[in-house]
């Protein structure tokens, strides 16, 4: 058996925080596609209070990131913010569903849920430092794995909770239910996370705060953050078009894009996994290349779906491409500052908060000048220039 195998299974650290990271993915996948429901037409908040929110919250979610992630560098260990985090989604979640008022919803998802958010990347910074004595194609094939269980989380989920929750007359419960398996995380990793054993020690020098943000913002590392952003914004842009060109220009039903969003999440863990014995053999930076070439072909062919069963077939294509796009970017940002597993992971919130900012850019200009199908061919355009953005700077050589 490939010795990756043990590595993932055996290690107690990377085996706990797999399992941790499944019930991270859990938590939004049971409110985050009812999220707009509650806030909006349960208890009462405008559209633009509410888009607002969001994007404020994303933007918290990436400073409190970067200071969670230096100061776990700088204690050496990861364990302890996890644990302050995961006790923010338990209290996030659980207030919205005992207390559900505009005020409470506001405050949760402007400050709670925002550091809750700070999991991800901390669980994948301990995931780093557990496997930093693995050869480099090791450390991306075991970081796709952990991905992979976020996307598993997703393929049943959210059809799960809608199902669950169809004759009620609110969706509050799932709030419920994200607490629950936030309080499951805050077990998993108070009682079955190994404690600091040194391999955590990997940050070799101490940075203040605004050093830490100082280096996030350098020409080096956030033009490449930029270029995997421009590459990333593809997968939220399609996000929003996706249901709209489903039940529009393709002819589909709302029961059309569960199923087919069930179906593209359980191939996104299929190859996610190929992905990573891919990687085995070729660079990083080529299989990023080939995931998003692979991913623009996709949205290029969506422009032209116009029955059902187009869309349903191009959800392989979609499968393979995203599989590429939501796993290896994650090894290569935190490449950028590998001697600093925590605010190196911090950098996937930074990405994701640019990525989407991004999206919303190219979702509007899209829509602005031509049709949703129209704004996937924008997207795909996007994404090209994003991998050449990022040949261009990585092609020859890494230079830091």
Known sequence: MNRLIP??????????SMVAIFTFGFA??????????????????????????????????????????????RLGEYRSMMLVAATFGVVGYGAVFFFPTQNIFVLSALL???????????????????????APADVATVNSGVRAMISLSWVLVPGFTGVLLSSSSSMLPAYLFAAISCLVCVGLVGFLL?????????????????AALGQVISPKIFSR??????????????????????????????????????????????FIIVWSRLLRRISQLAALAAGALIYAVYLLLLAFAREPWHVYALTLISGIGAASLISIPITYLQDLIAERPGLGSALISVNIFLS??????????GTAITSYSGTAVVSALSGLLGIAWLLFLDGRRRSF
């Open 194 to 210: 190994p404690r600091q054993s040194g391999t955590d020690r990997a940050a070799t020098h101490h940075l203040s705060y605004l």
């Open 225 to 270: 953050i930029t270029a995997i952003a421009l590459i990333s914004s593809t997968l939220h842009v399609n996000d929003a078009i996706f249901p709209l060109v489903v039940t529009g220009a393709a002819h589909g039903t709302v029961a059309d894009i569960g199923i087919l969003v069930g179906i593209v999440a359980l191939l996104e863990v299929i």
């Open 356 to 365: 989407a900012g991004l999206s919303a850019l190219l979702f509007a200009a």
């Open 112 to 134: 709670l849920l925002p550091v809750y958010g700070c999991l991800n990347s901390l669980l994948f910074a301990k995931v780093r430092a557990a496997a930093h004595e693995m």
């Open 7 to 16: 590595d993932v299974f055996r290690n107690p650290a990377i085996r706990v």
């Open 28 to 73: 939004g996948a049971t409110t985050a596609p009812y999220r707009s429901v509650v806030g909006i037409r349960e208890l009462g908040l405008s559209n633009e209070l509410y888009a607002a929110l969001i994007f404020t919250a994303a933007a918290v979610n990436v400073i409190v990131s970067i200071l969670l992630g230096n100061l776990a560098d």
